[in-house]
Each structure stands twice: as C-alpha cells, then as structure tokens.
Nanobody, 115 residues
C-alpha cells in the first residue's frame, strides 16, 4: 500500500521560510499531478500548488510569488515557502492525483506562522 510521508513543517516567525517534502513509500505510476493542499482551523481544505508530470505548475493566488513547488524523479514533491504570513498557518497535505485511478493523500504536517 502506498504511503505519502510529509516532513518539514514547524513553527516559524512571519517572514521566515520552510520547505515541505512529501515522499512516496513506493514508486507510483500513472500520476496526473502532485500537489499541496492546506486546511486551517474551521476552514475547508484548499489548493496551494500543483505540478504535473510534465512540470507545469499552478498556484493559489494567495501564495504566488512566495511558494515554489517542485518534484524529483522519485515521486517526491517539495514546497518551498518563503515570506510566510500568519494566514499561511494550516495543516499542509500532499496529494498524488491519478485521474481515474485512486488518489493518495499524506497524513498532513502542521505549519504555524507567528506574527
């Protein structure tokens, strides 16, 4: 069974940086895209950034210019987060989307940005 293991979350002051990583426990085939989502307390889960197998990226307007998503050939996806703001505080989840096949989700990693 595939597991996605996230790391890199933590507590940081506003203006600081964090780098999240999400590694799959085994190779995943038929990937449509990989991405990061986040969920703040009392809010719905929202898209942060995605990257396709071809390298095309998409970002939420709220993080454009501050966050960068990337991936390597081993089914690991990264999220470099710069200029963090208190409103970025949330649990961040990685996702592997496979179109008509089952998607995979990580367990989430907490990011807290203090003002």
């Amino acid at each position: 069974q595939v597991q996605l293991v996230e790391s890199g979350g933590g507590l940081v002051q506003a203006g600081g940086s964090l780098r999240l990583s999400c590694a799959a426990s085994t190779r995943i085939f038929s990937i449509n895209y990989m991405g990061w989502y986040r969920q703040a307390p009392g809010k719905q889960r929202e898209l942060v950034a995605t990257i396709t197998s071809g390298g095309n990226t998409n970002y939420a307007d709220s993080v454009k210019g501050r966050f960068t998503i990337s991936r390597d050939n081993a089914n690991t996806v990264y999220l470099q987060m710069n200029s963090l703001k208190p409103e970025d505080t949330a649990v961040y989840y990685c996702k592997v989307a496979r179109g008509l096949l089952s998607d995979y989700w990580g367990q989430g990693t907490q990011v807290t940005v203090s003002s």
